[in-house]
């Protein structure tokens, strides 16, 4: 470790253990002179339960946290730390840049949604009823009451239906791509 990158606090990518990122992320707030960035993607998916919110990180298993790199010792001690990527002997800070032009993706909780609304030629997936599972592909918004009409395969064959707009969740959206 050379005596330039100790100089001042930096930007460095924390690896987290197995889905723990927010749990490294509110032990490593609590130490004096570590700032923490976790981000996050909110979007939908269907699950036997219908349609369901669901919270990730954005990188999982990963966070970026801001700190003087004589501090290593104790933030690779935090619960729920893992390690703090690094090539050999090299921790390699992340730029400044890089943190401000994620942030500016995000809102102010660091959390990206993806609204779930559809479009016409949209791919989704039927997420409760009769059709719960099946995939189909949205011909036509309906003025009333939300209602969309969808081409669906059934017993081999294809059938327009119109179901209501928050029994679908769209597919083909990677909430990490964005």
Not at 13 to 35: D, F, M, T, W, Y
Not at 69 to 87: E, N
Request: net charge neutral.
């Amino acid at each position: 470790m050379s005596d330039a990158s100790e100089a001042a606090p930096a930007w460095f990518c924390v690896r987290s253990q197995i889905k723990h990122e927010h749990i490294a992320a509110g032990h490593l707030k609590q130490l004096p002179g570590v700032n923490v960035f976790c981000p996050r993607v909110r979007f939908q998916r269907a699950t036997r339960r219908g349609k369901v919110w669901f919270n990730e990180a954005m990188f999982p298993n990963y966070l970026f946290a801001r700190f003087d790199l004589r501090d290593l010792r104790i933030i690779k001690a935090a619960h729920g730390v893992a390690g703090v990527v690094h090539f050999g002997d090299y921790f390699a800070p992340v730029p400044d840049e890089v943190i401000t032009d994620l942030r500016t993706r995000l809102d102010e909780t660091d959390l990206k949604v993806f609204p779930d609304a559809v479009q016409p030629g949209d791919e989704v997936v039927i997420a409760d009823g009769t059709f719960m599972g099946i995939t189909a592909v949205v011909q036509r918004l309906l003025p009333a009451k939300d209602r969309v009409r969808v081409l669906l395969e059934f017993l081999g064959r294809p059938v327009e239906t119109e179901l209501a707009q928050t029994s679908l969740v769209k597919t083909g959206v990677n909430p990490r791509l964005d």
